[in-house]
C-alpha cells in the first residue's frame, strides 16, 4: 500500500505565505512525478504544480512566480512553498503521485486527502 499524508494546509490573510508538504510511504521501487492540484467549491480539480524526478517543473499560469514546488527524492517528498497569496487560491490541495511499486516500469496514481487552503482578503 502507498500513502500520501499531507500536511501545512490553513488560514492566512492576502499576501501571506504557506508551505504544503507530503510525504509519500509504503511499497514504492521509485517515484516519478509529483504535483500537486487545487479544486475550490463548485470549479473542476486543476492542477498546481508538478516536478519530476530529475527536477523539471510545471505550473499553472495563475501560480507562477507567486509558488514554488520542490521535492527531497530522499524522503519522498513534495513541498509547494506558496507566497503572495491572494482569495482565489483558496481550495482543497491535494498531491498527486505517480510512482512505481516494483521494478516493472509502470506507472500508479496516487491521491493524497487534500488539505485545506483558506486566504481571506
Known amino acids: 500500500q502507498v500513502q500520501l499524508v499531507e500536511s501545512g494546509g490553513g488560514l492566512v490573510q492576502a499576501g501571506g505565505s504557506l508551505r504544503l508538504s507530503c510525504a509519500a510511504s509504503?511499497?514504492?521501487?521509485?517515484?516519478?512525478?509529483m504535483g500537486w492540484y487545487r479544486q475550490a467549491p463548485g470549479k473542476q480539480r486543476e492542477l498546481v504544480a508538478a516536478?519530476?524526478?530529475?527536477?523539471?517543473?510545471n505550473y499553472a499560469d495563475s501560480v507562477k512566480g507567486r509558488f514554488t514546488i520542490s521535492r527531497d527524492n530522499a524522503k519522498n517528498t513534495v513541498y509547494l512553498q506558496m507566497n503572495s497569496l491572494k482569495p482565489e487560491d483558496t481550495a482543497v490541495y491535494y498531491c498527486?503521485?505517480?510512482?512505481?511499486?516494483?521494478?516493472?516500469?509502470?506507472?500508479?496514481?496516487?491521491w493524497g486527502q487534500g488539505t485545506q487552503v483558506t486566504v481571506s482578503s
Open positions: 498527486n503521485a505517480d510512482l512505481q511499486i516494483t521494478a516493472i516500469p509502470r506507472g500508479y496514481e496516487y
Open positions: 509504503g511499497n514504492i521501487f521509485s517515484i516519478n512525478a
Open positions: 516536478i519530476t524526478s530529475g527536477g523539471r517543473t
